[in-house]
């Protein structure tokens, strides 16, 4: 199986931060890499797919890059409905694995 | 629009089983997968299996091959998730989620609302 680790595993910003999430898998995925958010007591919410893809409806300030093992997640200005966990996952085999999260909440 | 309803709350003894369900609504059931997520209290998420709408087969994770039974009912659009022996350890969220692909990356755009199930004597 794909081991996804994500780095930091929390950190705290405030409004209008620049916030970068890192997520590294065990192998080469190409670009076969997804991003989560997730609040308390929802279901995840697909940010971005194939590591920089902009999901429909997400805001621009989301933004992801990277390809083969390494990949980030960045929020260009946080705003205050963006703090949540951030989950990556790998989508190049099965079992689709997700990172650990990072938790981004109010410094 | 794509719709997945579970199943209600479930308290369970140890040693017990469970069964969740997944009712799909809006698209086409059996042109798309189902995966289980599951995710303990505080902590990530974790895949647990895949199912085909189309044909019924599946794919389990090594840590509950054996324990979990995913199957579906395509006159009912409705996919169930079994998971028996029940632990402590097994309380958790447990998600249905329609697969998608866009640009040949398998997606997980729409989820169920979860289903809490606790396991306690």
């Known amino acids: 199986d794909i081991q996804m680790t994500q780095s930091p595993s929390s950190l705290s910003a405030s409004v209008g931060d620049r916030v970068t999430i890192t997520c590294r898998a065990s192998?080469?995925?190409?670009?076969?890499l997804n991003w989560y958010q997730q609040k308390p007591g929802k279901a995840p919410n697909l940010l971005i797919y194939?590591?920089?893809s902009l999901q429909s409806g997400v805001p621009l300030r989301f933004s992801g890059s990277g390809s083969g093992t390494d990949f980030t997640l960045t929020i260009s200005s946080l705003q205050s409905e963006d703090f949540a966990t951030y989950y990556c996952?790998?989508?190049?085999?099965?079992?689709?694995?997700f990172g650990p999260g990072t938790k981004v909440d109010i410094k | 629009q794509v719709q997945l309803v579970q199943s209600g709350p479930e308290v369970k003894k140890p040693g017990a089983s469970v069964k969740v369900s997944c009712k799909a609504s809006?698209?086409?059931?059996?042109?798309?997968?189902f995966t289980w997520v599951r995710q303990a209290p505080g902590q990530g998420l974790e895949w647990m299996g895949w199912?085909?709408?189309?044909?019924?087969?599946?794919h389990f994770a090594q840590n509950l091959q054996g324990r979990v039974t995913l199957t579906r009912d395509t006159s009912t659009s409705t996919v169930y998730m079994e998971l028996r022996s029940l632990r402590s350890d097994d309380t958790a969220v447990y998600y249905c989620?329609?697969?998608?692909?866009?640009?040949?990356?398998?997606?997980?755009?729409?989820w169920g609302q979860g289903t809490l199930v606790i396991v306690s004597s």
């Open positions: 989620v329609r697969e998608s692909e866009l640009f040949g990356v398998i997606i997980f755009a729409y």
């Open positions: 192998q080469g995925i190409s670009t076969s």
């Open positions: 809006g698209y086409t059931f059996t042109n798309y997968g």
């Open positions: 194939a590591a920089s």
């Open positions: 996952q790998q989508s190049y085999n099965s079992p689709r694995t």
């Open positions: 199912i085909s709408a189309y044909n019924g087969n599946t």
